[in-house]
């Protein structure tokens, strides 16, 4: 099966590109370093033809609400309307378990990409992943400073090849709405697995976790952000993830 990925030169899209291969199916990267910009649309149509679904792992660096809300919207609008007209009959999207508990801009950016989806040319599927294992090297990496002060959250991480795994069984399966689902096996503070980075990494930077103010930071620290009944949970532990030798972030 031809089935083309959307950011699939980033971390999650690799991972996504090797486990369909591995299943043997035919992976076709969309980003612009391959000529395709999901934002103009420019490429999309040429990269599109003969798939038979997509899979978008695309992503924008920003906490910002109205630069999220426009990057998903539009890149999520294209690729369904280019969709459609190659042929697509399956659009699977991947989300944030919790995206519609906590208020903040970019995950009004993935609620807006969820509801064009579900709502676009192409039938569609939402598939609702946990933070990946990652996830608290990345925000240490973007955080200046002696000190690292990250905010209090409650998370369950996944690796994401194991996400990558159930992206590439979903997709060939056909449109389902909203997937079961994913998160990782064990629950952590957030504070708690940056401190195991630093550690691992041979470093002494002190990590301080705060709650941010308001609504969005009461319902992260409280648990909005983990999974509910019924979810798919994986098996890699952040510990055996980090003694793996993945702390390269």
Avoid at 83 to 100: E, M, T, Y
Avoid at 164 to 185: D, F, K, Y
């Amino acid at each position: 099966m031809r089935i083309a990925v959307a950011g699939g030169t980033g971390l999650l899209g690799r991972h996504v590109v090797q486990a369909l291969t591995a299943a043997g199916h035919t992976p076709v990267v969309l980003a612009r370093s391959r000529g395709v910009d999901l934002v103009t649309g420019s490429g999309l149509d040429d990269a599109l033809t003969g798939a038979e679904a997509v899979i978008d792992v695309s992503n924008i660096a920003t906490t910002g609400r109205r630069r999220a809300v426009h990057f998903f919207e539009t890149a999520t609008t294209n690729l369904a309307d280019a969709g459609r007209r190659a042929g697509v009959q399956h659009l699977l999207v991947l989300s944030i378990v919790g995206v519609d508990r906590v208020d903040l801009g970019y995950y009004e950016g993935k609620r807006r990409q969820e509801e064009v989806a579900l709502r676009g040319a192409v039938p569609a599927t939402v598939l609702r992943a946990t933070q990946f294992h990652e996830f608290a090297g990345q925000l240490l990496a973007r955080v200046p400073g002696p000190v690292a002060v990250l905010p209090r959250q409650r998370i369950r991480p996944v690796a994401a090849a194991e996400v990558a795994a159930e992206l590439a069984r979903l997709a060939p399966v056909g449109p389902q709405g909203h997937a079961t689902e994913i998160a990782g096996p064990e629950e952590h503070q957030l504070v708690d697995l940056a401190r195991r980075v630093v550690r691992a990494e041979g470093r002494r930077r002190p990590v301080v976790g705060v709650r941010l103010p308001g609504r969005a930071g009461r319902a992260m620290a409280s648990g909005g952000l983990l999974p509910g009944d019924g979810a798919r949970i994986s098996t890699l532990t952040f510990d055996d993830w980090l003694v793996g030798g993945v702390t390269g972030l």
